[in-house]
T-cell receptor, first 114, second 113 residues
Framework: DGGITQSPKYLFRKEGQNVTLSCEQN?????MYWYRQDPGQGLRLIYY???????QKGDIAEGYSVSREKKESFPLTVTSAQKNPTAFYLC????FGQGEDGYTFGSGTRLTVV | QQPVQSPQAVILREGEDAVINCSSS?????VHWYRQKHGEAPVFLMI?????EQKGHEKISASFNEKKQQSSLYLTASQLSYSGTYFC??????????????FGKGTKLSVIP
């Protein structure tokens, strides 16, 4: 079955450490996205990519970095510059990048920084 | 700018109907609706495109008023499985902001027996 796999489901890190969240999709989607979800805030866009080797900042990109070397993969690095990294992170993909198609979401990674 | 959803929360008894509203300050190209159960991924329900018609199936449908930049999600004869948080997402017209989906803060729907 096609879908999006995010790993790990839970992640604990010490303050000051960088951490990379994995996102892999086998839906042959061109566009991929990273969202951050905090209680009562909805989903906020961190980064998105519409084609391989190209990506753009979303609304809250500061303290995060991404790469898109393969169509199937879009890893997110939470750097030590991110002031409040504890959150639920969701990866998504879609066939198109212009809001014409529904998004498929992964099951998320809950990051806790202590 | 985030679309504004209302109400923030609603409690229904099984069989009752509900309406969730989504309002944007920018001209819209499309509106998406998703449902998220606690600790799970949001699940795509439907998309409404500019110039399109009301969509949905038997018990969950939605409308899109382009002039008012508003969308509404209608849930009829609610079932326990409808419980969750509903998010609308909006995509602006070219020149009206990002092409990317911007989500509202969500409406928590609880259906009780």
């Amino acid at each position: 079955d096609g879908g999006i796999t995010q790993s790990p489901k839970y992640l604990f890190r010490k303050e000051g450490q960088n951490v990379t969240l994995s996102c892999e999709q086998n839906l042959n989607h061109d566009a991929m996205y990273w969202y951050r979800q905090d209680p009562g805030q909805g989903l906020r866009l961190i980064y998105y990519s519409q084609i391989v080797n190209d990506f753009q900042k979303g609304d809250i990109a500061e303290g995060y970095s991404v790469s898109r070397e393969k169509k199937e993969s879009f890893p997110l690095t939470v750097t030590s510059a991110q002031k409040n990294p504890t959150a639920f992170y969701l990866c998504a993909s879609s066939r198109f990048g212009q809001g014409e198609d529904g998004y498929t979401f992964g099951s998320g990674t809950r990051l806790t920084v202590v | 700018q985030q679309p504004v959803q209302s109400p923030q929360a609603v409690i229904l008894r099984e069989g009752e109907d509900a309406v969730i509203n989504c309002s944007s300050s920018k001209a819209l190209y499309s509106v998406h609706w998703y449902r998220q159960k606690h600790g799970e991924a949001p699940v795509f329900l439907m998309i409404l495109l500019k110039g399109g018609e009301q969509k949905g199936h038997e018990k969950i449908s939605a409308s899109f008023n382009e002039k008012k930049q508003q969308s509404s999600l209608y849930l009829t004869a609610s079932q326990l499985s409808y419980s969750g948080t509903y998010f609308c997402g909006t995509v602006g017209l070219p020149g009206a902001g990002s092409y990317q989906l911007t989500f509202g803060k969500g409406t928590k729907l609880s259906v009780i027996p």
